[in-house]
């Protein structure tokens, strides 16, 4: 990975030799290098304490999506610092992309429950969808938004497997900022969003495997394939169901 950084550790924490720790167990705690100035009591001398000015995250509405938005750069920075720390402590791509969509399916689990609770508490008559290809829709259009602000490009049926389909997005945007090496080039970070899709389809009672595949085209060079196989036991129950 071209955010891959080197194992050497960093000599300011290397450990303190044996004479160095026997000095610093004679230090006093009371020692006056080392103690901090007294400082007043709240209560009594500035009197009631004033109101914590920095908002706070718990305080924010659920409902107000716009006021969640965050910094696409914070994102990127973050996301790839989970995957330089995930891949110094695996053994190959695949292990990294498992642990990739092992990640990604503890936030899906959280995105199905802030959806649940938005729908429940916007509609008059909120309903669960039993049929399979509304719920996917759902996951094209309102899960995409609230994890990416934007909807998925497109919905694809296989051929020639009934149980599978495909969820199809032309530009990642957890993807923009990472530069995969050659001889990593079926490594697909999207393996996080496969996670999120496997957590939501688990939690509306629809199982499936889902991972994650590079589909580059000439227009969109990291166009993503989101594949979603569905157990046996979904489709038996969508043959009831018609």
């Not at 009591?41 to 305080?59: A, K, Q, V």
Request: proline residues 6%; aromatic residues 6%.
């Amino acid at each position: 990975m071209a955010y891959t950084q080197g194992n050497q550790q960093n000599a300011r924490f290397s450990v303190l030799s044996s004479s160095s720790l026997s000095s610093v167990e004679h230090l006093s705690p009371n020692s006056s290098r080392f103690s901090l100035p007294n400082t007043p009591s709240i209560n009594t001398t500035l009197g009631t304490p004033r109101p914590n000015l920095r908002p706070n995250i718990y305080d924010r509405h659920l409902n107000k999506t716009r006021t969640a938005e965050v910094s696409a750069s914070s994102f990127a920075y973050l996301f790839s610092e989970v995957i330089q720390y995930t891949q110094k402590r695996v053994s190959g791509i695949n292990d990294l992309e498992r642990r990739l969509n092992t990640l990604g399916y503890r936030v899906g689990m959280r995105v199905l429950e802030l959806n649940v609770w938005r729908s429940e508490s916007t509609s008059k008559a909120p309903k669960r969808e039993i049929k399979f290809l509304p719920a996917l829709m759902s996951i094209h259009t309102q899960v995409w938004k609230a994890v990416f602000g934007k909807p998925a490009d497109a919905i694809e049926k296989s051929v020639e497997n009934d149980d599978e389909y495909m969820i199809v997005d032309n530009d990642p945007p957890i993807t923009r900022n990472i530069s995969i090496p050659r001889d990593m080039s079926q490594l697909s970070c999207s393996s996080f969003t496969a996670g999120i899709v496997e957590a939501v389809l688990d939690g509306l009672g629809f199982p499936a495997r889902v991972t994650a595949h590079n589909t580059p085209s000439d227009t969109h060079p990291g166009r993503t394939t989101i594949l979603i196989k569905l157990e046996r036991s979904v489709i038996e129950r969508e043959e009831l169901l018609k």
